[in-house]
């Protein structure tokens, strides 16, 4: 084992955890679906007591709920099953972290199906997922990723719009590509009154963005511009151009075209934010990052995790002066800041 290869010690254990993973799965979202979590809370609940809440069979709660407490998403002390507060803060209907909204896109059966045959998928390159996979035109999944991901957005907007915007108080033209929520211009538009954001996505998607942006009370300085961004216009004199978890959807000739049409639309000293996961320079690390290339392999035809190094060739290739890695903690992407010509980063 290489001294930088986190994963734990090869065992029996870890042989047996891995190819039965989906029951990890499985459990979690039973228990959404259930009620589980909402019904245990900070507070605790017995079995019985959960089983009649969650409407629920005695042996399936006991067996489901003990598992749960195995792999660290319930805890238990004598007879009572328990959410602690940070589980709570992810797990919990009621918190604004709540992650479980999440399972409708990332279990849903389009998703799951491009992993059915990976074998197929590395052998030929070729995905089993229709046409291009998730990177075909108007594809509703995105519809679905717009309303039940943004939550885990809402936290990542506030500090992305902060590092775009410090001083929050001059006009500033933001083109958010690939926007689907719409939640991190908004929270440009939201911080800065004369800001001015225009979203680019597919045109159904643009639906819940134009919902979110009137529920932000911004209609009036926001603009929508539904199709592909591979030939839809970005406009000119750009101050900032916002690329939140986009480019990994696409090889690296894909995303260059992406960047070559942003530095055109931008002014002097306009920069473009890119908002991704992050793989570290060996690749395999972190966990995550390795983890969401998958998730590219069973549903793009070109895309990955890229590491920092691959970026910044990329914006260093199609003309940008200044490149920068930015952490925004807790978050766990990165932003990286690309600057056309001469700018404070
Ligand atoms: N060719 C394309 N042109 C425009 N939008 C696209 C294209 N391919 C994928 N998308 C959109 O890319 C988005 C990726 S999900 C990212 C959404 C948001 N920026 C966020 O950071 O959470 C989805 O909303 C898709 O509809």
């Not at 805890?75 to 918190?95: H, I, P, Q, W, Y």
Request: one cysteine or more; aromatic letters at 10%; proline letters at 5%.
């Amino acid at each position: 084992m290489t001294a930088q290869n986190q994963a734990s010690a090869f065992s029996f254990d870890l042989f047996y955890t891995t190819v039965n993973a989906y029951y990890r799965t499985a459990a979690v979202k039973a228990a959404i679906e259930l009620g589980v979590f909402d019904v245990v809370g900070e507070k605790g609940k017995t079995l019985a007591e959960i089983a009649k809440a969650c409407n629920a069979s005695p042996r399936g709660i006991r067996i489901l709920c003990r598992f749960l407490v195995s792999i660290g998403f319930l805890k238990n002390a004598g007879e009572l099953f328990f959410l602690t507060r940070e589980m709570a803060l992810f797990l919990d209907k009621k918190s604004p972290g709540y992650l479980g909204g999440s399972i409708d896109f990332l279990l849903s059966p389009y998703i799951m199906d491009g992993f059915k045959d990976l074998a197929s998928v590395v052998r030929t390159g070729e995905l089993t997922l229709p046409e291009k996979g998730v990177v075909a035109p108007d594809h509703p999944q995105w519809v679905t990723f717009a309303r039940a991901m943004a939550p885990m957005m809402s936290l990542p907007s506030l500090l992305l719009a902060e590092l775009a915007d410090r001083q929050a108080n001059q006009p500033l033209k933001v083109l958010d590509v690939a926007a689907g929520h719409g939640l991190f211009g908004l929270a440009i538009a939201q911080r800065n009154p004369k800001a001015h954001v225009t979203f680019l996505d597919w045109e159904n998607v643009l639906q819940v963005a134009r919902e979110n942006a009137t529920k932000a009370g911004v209609l009036d300085r926001v603009e929508f511009r539904p199709g592909d961004a591979f030939s839809v216009d970005f406009g000119k004199e750009l101050d900032v151009i916002l690329l939140t978890n986009f480019l990994h959807h696409f090889d690296e000739a894909g995303c260059e075209k992406i960047l070559k049409k942003a530095h055109a639309a931008l002014k002097e000293g306009g920069r473009v934010l890119t908002f991704e996961f992050i793989a570290n320079e060996d690749r395999t690390s972190p966990p995550l990052a390795a983890t969401f290339s998958m998730m590219m392999l069973g549903t793009t035809p070109g895309g990955e995790t890229y590491a920092y190094s691959d970026l910044e060739r990329m914006f260093k290739n199609t003309g940008y002066d200044q490149v920068e890695l930015k952490a925004i903690p807790p978050a766990m992407e990165k932003v990286v800041v690309s600057i056309k010509g001469k700018a404070q980063l």
